[in-house]
């Protein structure tokens, strides 16, 4: 079966007008690239009960497998699988308006663990639209599945630099010419692999660049004792906050290792700045601990 997919166009007669389609990818061959593909990729979407899988639940998992060849094309599209569970609890009215999903909707599911975890496994990589949130969720909930090799459509893509504004799933589609239902896991994982189709001037397609990037080993640089009063600076050099670690922290490439500790020193653990380290710390991040 071929893969069909509607394309957003301009709106006859008006220049400025876009017609939006609804995105519908089908299972089978894309038609893109030559032949079937010989690597796997697996892209997932989660919906939950909270936003700390220390305390609440997965309520809706989807995941689907495709194939890609060695430039990156994605050739064919497997099967969808989505699975809902039940949390034991009634679900928040802002859950049930985000995501539509209803306590009668969850009542007496259960995840396939064993089918799910297959899936997850047979697969190069894993890939989510926000991994570092996903990830979490997976390995709390499917533990056999710990320990992979995971990608991040929106971080490891330089979305501007293809001619898009922002990162948001959603907005990407839109921005392409389509329309999903957000916030269902099934529909996220269709947009999620759609965006991953698309191809810059040069012709690259987005998973090509997401593979390149992700694929490197990189260090996650730690501001350890950084001051109150510098927070604003390494805000501004694209540290985050990490509430777990009560830490600024920031991935670094290993080319821009050296000229990041030298920011640092000069920045952060001058004698002024009043850190209550003398040193960032260093951890080494791998794919397969990457977003863990």
Same mark, same amino acid.
């Given at each position: 079966m071929n893969l069909q997919v509607e394309v957003g166009r301009p709106a006859a007669g008006n220049g400025d007008a876009r017609v939006l389609h609804p995105l519908r990818l089908h299972e089978g061959p894309t038609g893109d690239g030559v032949g079937r593909g010989r690597h796997v990729g697996v892209a997932l979407d989660v919906e939950t009960t909270g936003l700390d899988p220390a305390t609440g639940?997965?309520?809706e998992l989807a995941i689907r497998r495709f194939r890609y060849d060695a430039d990156g094309v994605i050739t064919d599209i497997d099967e969808a699988f989505e699975w809902r569970e039940d949390p034991g609890d009634p679900l928040h009215p802002d859950i049930t308006a985000l995501t539509g999903l209803t306590d009668a909707d969850v009542a007496g599911r259960e995840i396939d663990t064993d089918d799910a975890t297959r899936l997850?496994?047979?697969a190069s990589f894993v890939v989510a639209h926000n991994s570092v949130f996903d990830r979490r969720w997976i390995e709390n909930r499917l533990p056999d599945a710990r320990g992979l090799s995971w990608c991040?459509?929106?971080?490891?893509?330089?979305? @501007? +630099?293809r001619g898009f504004d922002g990162r948001v799933l959603g907005y990407l589609l839109l921005q392409s010419g389509f329309y999903h239902c957000g916030h @269902? +896991?099934?529909s996220d994982v269709d947009a999620l692999i759609q965006m991953l189709r698309g191809r810059d001037a040069e012709g690259r397609t987005a998973l090509a660049e997401m593979i390149e990037r992700?694929?490197?080993s990189s260090w996650l640089v730690r501001a350890r004792g950084a001051a109150f009063d510098v927070k604003d600076q390494l805000r501004a050099r694209g540290y985050r906050w990490f509430a777990d670690i009560k830490m600024w922290a920031k991935e670094v490439d290993d080319d821009d290792l050296v000229g990041e500790q030298f920011w640092l020193a000069a920045n952060v653990y001058a004698v002024e700045a009043n850190a209550k380290a003398l040193c960032p710390e260093l951890v080494r991040i791998t794919p397969r601990t990457r977003f863990a």
């Open positions: 639940k997965i309520i997850l496994r047979s991040c459509s929106m971080r490891q893509v330089d979305w @501007r +630099a @269902r +896991a099934s992700g694929g490197r």
